[in-house]
């Protein structure tokens, strides 16, 4: 019996420059990479990119890396997860993807460390967000190419919904470690393969005529769509930003189950069926739940615990904000525009 | 119940809704058994969800405040 490996679907993602070329090769070809070049690339991008969550080559170049530690790309050499160039690398651009996220985020006034005042002060950022309203759009004026398109944007984390926070388990401990797997367990489908939440979304892309494969568009999706995954990889790998992805998570639930609404009654409206509503339908329910034992439960229970993660955890929270915002905001301008959000034009 | 098997537990979430968690048959007012779809669920408090007995997060836009 003959086991091949399985075929190159992470080699025929398209670099969009030197740099992400340079990464790509140096995780896939048969050679080492060397060093020294690949560091050379990576400051260069640095140093003519003037706003890092929309440059195209370093958002692929990161999304490429953290493929790698994911494992979620076919092609992508797994003895490479741990090349001390490739980590060389990510740090450099992670260094400045950080930063730069902490400049433009504007973290709100500290509440006392405690698990319900930190409940209480999330959900009054979350409320005071006055971000782009992708949901009222879809709900009722979107057109079902735009739907699509919603669909292709979204895919990119969620496919892989619930991935980035699952980092965090093994580094908390206690009560807020329980929060976390209550709510990742749900996320993970308790249990039954066909409700994984990842599941249940590639069935909807199917529903909706589109191509279930992990990764299939890359190509097409701009870099604030990239830098939104991205944002949630460089937080959830890195264990000092601990506080960072359980303050995410915590904003990335409490946005979830209105919204999730709106966008089943868009999608029907539309005319899409059961299959590509599923997934939103559940998470109306799922995200009321944990949205309270992500507020409460794990962000507040940390905060309590370990009171010096209390700033992360806030930045943490007002960075998803601002990031699925500039997403949001990005996809309902060029549709204002009456053009495609994507990269590229695609026939589904 | 067993003896490993922990009582269920109900808790009052602050401006929220009741958490659930634990082996309890939720039924309509005729005796029908309500599916439950995961292991933890959220009871709607407020009144205003549109999935009751669950909640939906509506209370969030209602302003619904509870006095914890």
Redesign the interface.
């Given at each position: 019996m003959t086991i091949t490996a399985p075929a190159l679907a992470g080699a025929a993602v398209r670099p969009r420059g030197p740099l992400g070329e340079a990464v790509l090769h140096a995780l896939t070809a048969a050679e080492p990479a060397d060093r020294e070049t690949l560091a050379r690339q990576a400051e260069a991008a640095l140093r003519s990119c003037s706003d890092i969550t929309t440059d195209e080559d370093i958002q692929l170049a990161l999304f490429l890396l953290y493929a790698s530690a994911y494992g979620t790309l076919d092609g992508l050499e797994a003895d490479r997860e741990w090349e001390p160039a490739l980590i060389a690398v990510r740090l450099m651009l992670e260094s400045a993807f950080e930063r730069a996220l902490r400049t433009r985020v504007t973290v709100p006034d500290l509440p006392e460390p405690t698990a319900?005042a930190v409940?209480?002060e999330l959900?009054a950022l979350v409320?005071a967000d006055d971000g782009p309203s992708l949901f009222r759009h879809l709900a009722r004026r979107a057109t079902a190419d735009q739907a699509r398109e919603f669909l292709m944007q979204r895919s990119i984390y969620t496919l892989r919904e619930a991935y980035p926070h699952s980092w965090a388990i093994p580094r908390l401990s206690g009560s807020p470690k329980a929060a976390l797997v209550?709510i990742q367990?749900?996320e993970y489908g308790?249990g039954r393969p066909d409700?994984v939440h990842a599941e249940l979304f590639a069935k909807a892309l199917r529903g909706a005529g589109l191509d279930d494969t992990y990764g299939a568009y890359v190509d097409d999706v701009p870099a604030i769509t990239l830098a939104s995954l991205n944002m949630m990889s460089m937080f959830g790998l890195n264990r000092r930003l601990i506080g960072a992805i359980v303050g995410h998570l915590a904003a990335f639930e409490m946005t979830?189950?209105?919204p999730n609404?709106l966008y089943a009654d868009g999608l029907r409206r539309l005319g899409f069926e059961d299959d590509v509503t599923d997934y939103f339908d559940?998470h109306?329910?799922?995200?009321?739940?944990h949205?309270?034992?992500a507020a409460?439960d794990l962000a507040g229970g940390l905060a309590a615990q370990h009171p010096h993660l209390l700033p992360d955890i806030m930045f943490g929270a007002a960075a998803c904000l601002a990031i699925d915002g500039a997403v949001a905001g990005h996809m309902l301008d060029a549709w204002e525009r009456q053009s495609s959000s994507l990269r590229t034009a695609v026939t589904p | 119940m067993s003896a490993s098997a922990p009582q269920p537990t109900i808790t009052p979430?602050?401006?929220?809704?009741l958490?659930l968690r634990g082996d309890v048959v939720l039924q309509t007012a005729d005796g029908e058994v309500i599916p439950r779809?995961?292991?933890?669920?959220?009871l709607c408090r407020c009144g205003l969800s549109?999935?009751k007995p669950?909640?939906?997060?509506?209370h969030?836009?209602a302003g619904f405040r509870t006095e914890d």
């Open positions: 319900d409940a209480r959900f409320a209550e367990s749900d308790g409700r979830s189950s209105i609404r559940e109306v329910e799922a995200d009321a739940v949205e309270q034992i409460r | 979430y602050p401006d929220g809704p958490l779809r995961r292991r933890t669920v959220a549109a999935i669950f909640c939906d997060g509506t969030k836009a």
